[in-house]
């Protein structure tokens, strides 16, 4: 391998990068990469995208990302198998759970503490490498050394300044005299140097800027795209060792996210059974209240069946859990309503999961859960709006905040904010902006070369086509993470040696960092915990109803009224 970019900040940086995971994997494979290393600040939320990307594009990801410590310089961390994945995802965790949302505070203590299996690369101070900055660095460089011993390199990147042959030999003499490896880095933070502008202007947005303001808080160059292996060698022709260093971490560094293995829980089973025949039985003597006259073999054949498919996907722990929680809510008397495919399943009608008896309407299960399409079952469950945070709190409790977390939900730039936001960057007008906004519409595009004709404005003006054309760009950028609308993902094994969890912005929740579509592509479960106003209104027409007839009345006691013959 001649040389592997190491240091990629995806737009999953949130602000930081004019490029998503795919279009540089897309571009690391048309330049003849190998590998290329993902290390966005201090979070995995990229990670998966970039690994399916990657994979598609048959290169391989060196997983990493960049942590700024409270009292050491800032470095990148590269897992180097499994088991040290699952203590960076674990750092991660205590940094956010730590931290207000979007921060994460660690030192090099806890870097320490879970830093066995971690490849650690401190960054380099930036600017003229005075005598003074270098003597204070080497302090630094000696304190990781002293922790990280053969797994410690020192980054070096040009700056594109005059004094960048003098800075490179001056890091390179340093790390020789402690023994510490170079890894060469263009740091890259958009994969094209025609994204050169977009990141000044997501660079602005996150500082609250102006273009015309920034300043020196925007880079005096546009070379931090992705580069050719050639010219990262040209670059570094005085140190060659450094484009070898950054090779040999993707040597070393053999973590792949195939290799993370789901296990749902274990739920509890009589001694000597196992999960699949407590769930047969559970599933019978749903059947017998299903049908008290008797179970018509429809019913018998269709449950056989739904046995059969679900024992060799292995997925009875996860009806067992669903069940489980199902228990709860209706033993503290909420309203509960399974919906969406899980109505096609005979097992989750005779377990009281779902009210609809899928023989009579002849569902076909097959659309819940199919061994042809090897995707997970999503069971979607109901709770009254009002009480759903007692469910929540129970799973907290029930598994543990380490195994147990919602899903995030990745809010993105739709047109009309991302015309706002482009808009103020360029200093334009606040009824140029608002103008630009109403001539958008929809989820779609809604920007393009006839924007501003609808708005009534010049589209000949070069900064409003300009405008225009970024906020294209923008468009579909990660803005932050947010908390799915009730997707929990729960855990046999530690879900934060998964991937990171942190504080959601409502109290007493925690979210992880990875939304459906990431889950959906490593094979991971979820169940979707979801609050339905009506069943809240439902609960409280029956209290009305108890109170009034003196009896009390429940979902299962209305009957349907048969209509009368018309004549």
């Known amino acids: 391998m001649t040389f592997a970019e190491p240091q990629v900040t995806t737009n999953y940086s949130f602000l930081r990068s004019g490029s998503d995971p795919g279009e540089f994997a897309l571009a690391a494979a048309a330049l003849g990469y190998q590998a290329i290393g993902i ?15 990657c994979r598609s594009a048959r290169i391989r990801l060196v997983v990493g990302t960049r942590l700024d410590l409270t009292d050491a310089p800032p470095v990148l961390v590269y897992p180097m198998d499994r088991a040290a994945y699952g203590r960076l995802s674990r750092l991660l965790t205590l940094g956010k759970r730590r931290a207000t949302k979007g921060n994460c505070a660690l030192s090099l203590a806890d870097l320490a503490d879970h830093g066995e299996g971690q490849v650690v690369v401190s960054l380099a101070p930036e600017g003229r490498p005075t005598t003074t900055k270098m003597d204070r660095f080497r302090s630094e460089l000696i304190r990781l050394k002293e922790r990280f011993a053969d797994r410690t390199y020192l980054a070096v990147s040009p700056l594109y300044r005059g ?17 510490v490896p170079l890894m060469a880095t263009n740091d890259a933070l958009y994969h094209h140097p025609g994204r050169h ?35 990262m060698a040209r670059l570094f022709a005085a140190r060659p060792d450094a484009v070898a260093g950054a090779a040999e971490i993707a040597t070393r560094c053999t973590f792949s996210l195939d290799e993370l293995r789901y296990e749902y829980p274990a739920e509890p089973v009589p001694a000597g059974s196992t999960p699949q025949r407590e769930l047969v039985r559970r599933t019978w003597a749903g059947a017998a209240e299903r049908y008290p006259q008797g179970v018509p073999a429809k019913v018998v054949s269709t449950i056989e069946h739904e046995f059969d498919l679900v024992a060799k996907l292995n997925y009875a722990p996860y009806f067992l859990t669903v069940h489980d929680i199902v228990l709860f809510a209706r033993g503290r008397g909420i309203l509960c309503q399974g919906r969406g495919s899980a109505a096609n399943s005979a097992i989750c009608y005779c377990l009281g999961i779902t009210s609809v008896d899928p023989t009579k309407h002849d569902l076909l299960f097959e659309r819940f859960v199919s061994a042809a399409r090897d995707e997970p079952p999503d069971i979607d469950v109901d709770f009254e709006h009002e009480r759903r945070e007692e469910v929540i709190q129970y799973i907290y409790a029930r598994y543990g905040r380490e195994r147990a977390g919602l899903a995030a939900t990745v809010i993105t730039y739709r047109s009309k904010l991302a015309i706002r936001e482009v808009g103020k960057v360029l200093g334009l007008t606040p009824d140029t902006i608002g103008a630009l906004a109403k001539a958008t519409w929809g989820r779609g595009n809604g920007l393009g070369g006839e924007t501003a004709q609808v708005a009534g404005l010049d589209g000949t003006d070069p900064t409003l086509a300009l405008a225009i054309d970024l906020a294209q760009d923008l468009r579909g950028f990660p803005r932050h993470l947010s908390q799915h609308v009730g997707g929990f993902v729960i855990t046999r094994g530690r879900l934060d040696e998964m991937v990171p969890v942190e504080n959601a912005a409502m109290e007493d929740r925690t ?13 991971l479960l979820k169940i979707d915990i979801l609050a339905l106003g009506m069943l809240s209104c439902l609960r409280k027409g029956f209290e009305l109803l108890s109170h009034r007839l003196g009896r009390l009345s429940a979902w299962l006691t209305c009957r349907r009224r048969t209509r009368a013959p018309t004549t």
């Open 39 to 53: 290390a966005d600040r201090a979070t995995l939320a990229g990670v998966v995208r970039m690994h399916v990307a």
């Open 163 to 179: 004094y960048d042959r003098a800075r490179l030999m001056r890091l390179g003499d340093l790390a020789d005299g402690l023994g």
């Open 197 to 231: 502008v977009l990141h000044d202007v997501v660079t602005c947005i996150r500082l609250g800027c102006t273009l015309a303001d920034a300043g020196k808080r925007l880079l005096p160059h546009g070379e931090r795209y992705l580069k050719a292996p050639e010219d």
């Open 511 to 523: 979210v992880i960092e990875w939304d459906k579509d990431d889950l959906d592509a490593l094979g």
